[in-house]
């Protein structure tokens, strides 16, 4: 199963007949697999990666920091729903060091999302602190690597 999951996380695009083949399974066993996976929450969803930069569309991506207090009986779950339920957040983790939540949101300019983070993080009754950082560019992400020229193994361009 995790060799599975790891050649769709790679290419979400493969159909079961490719992955029978590369897995040399039956093609009704790796369907069954995905449907499993899919009812068990270990599939979520199927994305597109899409490099934004070389489109027309304008946006501005950014890290929210926040120093929260944990709720007595809920710890940080409460606060983590209340932030991840906004249209805004892409992406919220649970982090050690200075900070306790990270939110990942994208917004059409630097002050709508500074505009995010005052009236909406900002507000929640246990939030303590929070530290914005804009992302400048994007090199790679969830191992896609962002405007570079393919080589290969020896380092030689395409």
Known sequence: MNELLRLLENDARLSPEAL???LDKEVGDIKKMIEDAESQGIILGYQTKIDWDKTNREYVSAMIELKITP???RGYEYIAQKIYNYPEVESLYLMSGGFDLAVMIKG???????FFVA???ATIEDVIATSTHFVLRKYKDNNVI???VPVDERGHEF
């Open 71 to 73: 709720q007595r009986d």
């Open 146 to 148: 962002y405007g570079a």
């Open 119 to 121: 009236e909406k993080l």
């Open 108 to 114: 059409k300019t630097m002050r709508e999302v500074a």
């Open 20 to 22: 029978a083949l590369m």
